[in-house]
């Protein structure tokens, strides 16, 4: 029976099994919500934890529900085991049509709208579909020895006009063009580096850095994140919608108040 969220603490993995077990579950998203945070697990390994068909078109609905969840505050997104995500499952690419793809971008662009703050947690491989979801990823962390590549120049296949703009707005023109015409894995200190990661952790210290950056997610203004993730990601004609934001939901009141009195704020905005 899988633990429940309130049984897995965050400052470390929840026990795996063996990988046979894990593999005969099939593949899956599995998630659970802890502390004001949903995990996300990307489970295929099987298959290096590929996305299959089902498994994109599972995942705006998913989002769905997490967003509507008012005790989520941040969500992470990670793989299955010792790998992030190998990109989507080849086999179904076979097919003379770009339903894949379109199922690829429909969850690729509900990830990047999520409300609340996103990271991404990568160990090992993260390419193709995989290095697509972790950039639609607000942040990403790494541990050491991760790899990240970006491959449709293998398959012959256009990579989606939406997804080669967020890449180029996060690595840079010349970074992108290099992932998307060489499709060559890049190491984890050259991802670093471009700024495809954020934060890059020495072998085994992912779980505990992003169970410590979480809490400060946690504890910060929601009303603060979700205005800045917002203009970060260009979105324009919300400034009136934010400034009735902040005047009716207490959390410039509470943050002041707290400074002065020299206490940890606890804000209450969720959106």
């Known amino acids: 029976m899988e633990p429940q969220a309130s049984q897995v603490p965050q400052e470390s993995r929840p026990p795996q099994p063996p990988q046979a077990a894990r593999a005969a579950r099939g593949p899956r998203l599995e998630h ?52 992030f995500c190998a990109g989507a499952d080849i086999s179904a690419l076979r097919r003379p049509d770009d339903r894949q793809q379109s199922l690829a971008v429909r969850a690729e662009e509900a990830l990047a709208a999520f409300p609340r703050p996103t990271l991404a947690a990568v160990r090992g491989y ?40 967020r890449l180029a707005s996060l690595v840079g023109p010349a970074t992108a063009k290099y992932l998307l015409f060489s499709a060559e894995l890049i190491d984890d200190e050259r991802a670093l580096r471009t700024g495809l990661v ?66 940890e704020p606890r804000f209450t905005y969720r959106g």
């Open 32 to 83: 659970r919500v802890a502390d004001g945070v949903a995990t996300v697990v990307i489970s295929n390994p099987a298959k290096r934890n590929a996305m299959t068909a089902d498994m994109w078109r599972a995942v705006p609905e998913l989002l769905a529900e997490l967003a509507a969840d008012r005790d989520v505050r941040a969500l992470v997104l990670t793989g299955d085991g010792d790998t």
């Open 126 to 165: 993260c390419v193709g579909g995989g290095c697509q979801l972790a950039a639609a990823c607000d942040l990403r962390f790494a541990e050491a020895g991760a790899r990240f590549g970006v491959t449709p120049a293998k398959l012959g296949i256009v990579y989606p006009a939406s997804s080669t703009r």
């Open 198 to 263: 954020d934060e890059l952790l020495p072998a085994g210290g992912l779980d505990e850095r992003v169970a410590a950056f979480l809490r400060v997610l946690t504890s910060r203004s929601l009303l603060t994140q979700a205005a800045a993730k917002e203009y970060a990601d260009g979105r324009t004609g919300r400034e009136e919608h934010w400034a009735e934001q902040a005047r009716t939901s207490g959390d410039r009141a509470e943050g002041v108040a707290a400074f002065l009195e020299r206490r």
